[in-house]
């Protein structure tokens, strides 16, 4: 596919900057001002940050300047919570864990000085 029928298969138009800051000298573009909406298209990769050209899908190389994107910019690192799982998955023994059933955590507990004991007659109600 030539690049002309690479810019017709991908470009769908471009995009109107709010204002343009030129180079004195040579009067190419140096910085292009555009939307909330523009922009997001520009920053998530479906437009283009150059020459502005708006594209379908997911563009790194734009069809008509040849701009590059930094595609790994792009994709997020992954949260430290997720990546503290894989490497404790990653472990050769797991994690030691409380042999211990629920039971008898339950009755280690009641057996301990942590509730208050109350005898049965108090909780009755009396009967006149």
Partial sequence: MGREAAIKAQVKGFLI??????DVDT???IRSGLGPEDFEKVRSGY??????AIFDTYTITCPACGLVREWEADIPGAPELWLAHLREQAQEEPTPRSARSFDEAMKAKLAGDEMEKIPVRKLRRRRR
């Fill in 27 to 29: 009067g190419e573009v």
């Fill in 17 to 22: 900057p709010i204002f343009v800051e030129r």
């Fill in 47 to 52: 437009a283009c940050a150059r020459c502005l």
